[in-house]
């Protein structure tokens, strides 16, 4: 195991449709990250899981957002019914439950909504 | 909204120049790091600074915390063209379950 896998790397979509990415974090790590960055910003924080446990959810995260992490594994996060604003870099990070705070990133799933 | 801001948002400078770029956040923390992003890639985490640090370094870089003032600086001495990136200052919230912020960074190019 390398590091963060993300599948997707791409993925080009018509407004109206559901995309779901996975993330793969680092065997070990307890905690999962999911972020959203758009051209010249930074990323965004939108959940968090501590293994299978959600733990917190940004106010950007709508109801057509939804991220599950089963078994404390990989992650999913799905986009229904998707909008051109949901264009976007999503990013997926894993740390270990240390306190040493060093997030892991994948190389994203870039989004494009048409 | 974002914790930290980053500055400048962009600088240029030659090869062998240092760069400086600077933080601020606004709320008290367990830590703070910093990021590199090179253009359509993942983060690269580059040092961690804790609350009861005020300096550390690795190798070209040295970071500088003053809680007092609630800011961060990032030093890169005796820049290379690989440093042209994206930095990236992020924090740990102490009031939130080791909740990580980024900052909306600052852009180098590093002029050979």
């Known amino acids: 195991d390398t590091g963060v896998s993300q599948d997707p790397r791409h993925k080009i979509t018509k407004r109206g449709q559901n995309v779901t990415f996975r993330c793969d974090p680092i065997s070990e790590h307890n905690r999962l990250y999911w972020y959203r960055q758009t051209l010249g910003q930074g990323p965004e924080f939108l959940t968090y899981f501590q293994n299978e446990a959600q733990l917190e959810k940004s106010r950007l995260l709508s109801d057509r957002f939804s991220a599950e992490r089963p078994k404390g594994s990989f992650s999913t996060l799905e986009i229904q019914r998707t909008e051109q604003g949901d264009s976007a870099m999503y990013l997926c990070?894993?740390?270990?439950?240390?306190?040493?705070?060093?997030?892991?990133f994948g190389e994203g799933s870039r989004l494009t909504v048409l | 909204s974002q914790q930290g801001e980053e500055d400048p948002q962009a600088l240029s400078i030659q090869e062998g120049e240092n760069a400086t770029m600077n933080c601020s956040y606004k709320?008290?923390?367990?830590?703070l790091q910093w990021y590199r992003q090179n253009s359509g890639r993942g983060l690269v985490h580059l040092i961690l600074i804790r609350s009861n640090e005020r300096e550390k370094h690795s190798g070209r870089l040295r970071v500088t915390l003053d809680t007092s003032k609630k800011s961060s600086s990032l030093l890169i001495t005796a820049s290379r063209a690989a440093d042209t990136a994206s930095y990236f200052c992020?924090?740990?919230?102490?009031?939130?379950?080791?909740?990580?912020?980024f900052g909306p960074g600052t852009s180098l190019s590093v002029i050979p």
């Open positions: 992020a924090t740990d919230l102490k009031t939130s379950y080791d909740k990580v912020i």
């Open positions: 709320t008290s923390i367990n830590n």
């Open positions: 990070a894993s740390s270990p439950n240390s306190d040493t705070g060093e997030l892991f």
